[in-house]
């Protein structure tokens, strides 16, 4: 049992990654033209496309790659918690805001992954490559956060501390969610 909850929860977690990342991209003004926006458009079309049809994107915001994320979370967690309760081990009382509220949780801590790996990302490639193709995207991902707390931490010596500096700030989000 334990070897298909972990599958399920990576095959999950992959999709789930990938629509949040298109919805970030989205909102963040990031280019899909390069690989790493090819390859997420690629990915989550099947599902983002038919429900364009009837949640359109509003505000600058791809709404319909946010529902896709939260429906396969939904259903995972549907999954999970079915199983459980059906094996005696959860009350089937609370299951949906159980369901809904596991749902938004594994959301916004995939949210909060996405953006330490891109802030990990963008840091290793300053150093070693900065004219990659991946350091725009990382660079666009992560100018939200970055921007604000540059204004506090200035570079010491040319090196910025600025992403060491969010990581820290996004695990202890990690730690309350």
């Not at 364009?52 to 994320?69: E, H, K, Q, T």
């Not at 309760?85 to 992954?113: C, K, N, Q, Y």
């Not at 604000?148 to 202890?172: C, E, F, K, N, T």
Request: proline letters at 6%; hydrophobic letters at 60%; one cysteine or more.
């Amino acid at each position: 049992m334990q070897a298909i909850v972990f599958l399920l929860d990576a095959v999950a977690s992959f999709f789930c990654a990938l629509f949040l990342l298109r919805f970030m991209m989205q909102a963040l003004r990031v280019s899909f033209g390069g690989q790493i926006g090819d390859f997420v458009v690629k990915l989550t079309n099947w599902a983002v496309k038919p429900l364009r049809r009837v949640i359109p994107g509003a505000g600058g915001f791809d709404w319909a790659s946010l529902v896709a994320a939260l429906a396969l979370q939904l259903l995972f967690n549907g999954i999970i918690v079915g199983a459980a309760t059906r094996f005696g081990e959860v009350d089937g009382a609370g299951m949906v805001p159980m369901i809904l509220w596991l749902a938004v949780r594994g959301l916004l801590r995939l949210s909060v992954h996405i953006m330490v790996g891109a802030l990990i990302l963008q840091a290793v490639l300053s150093w070693i490559n900065p004219y990659s193709p991946l350091s725009a995207p990382a660079q666009q991902l992560t100018r939200p956060i970055l921007d604000p707390i540059r204004r506090i931490v200035p570079a010491i010596s040319g090196i910025d501390l600025s992403p060491l500096v969010a990581i820290l700030l996004l695990q202890a989000v990690l730690m309350f969610l």
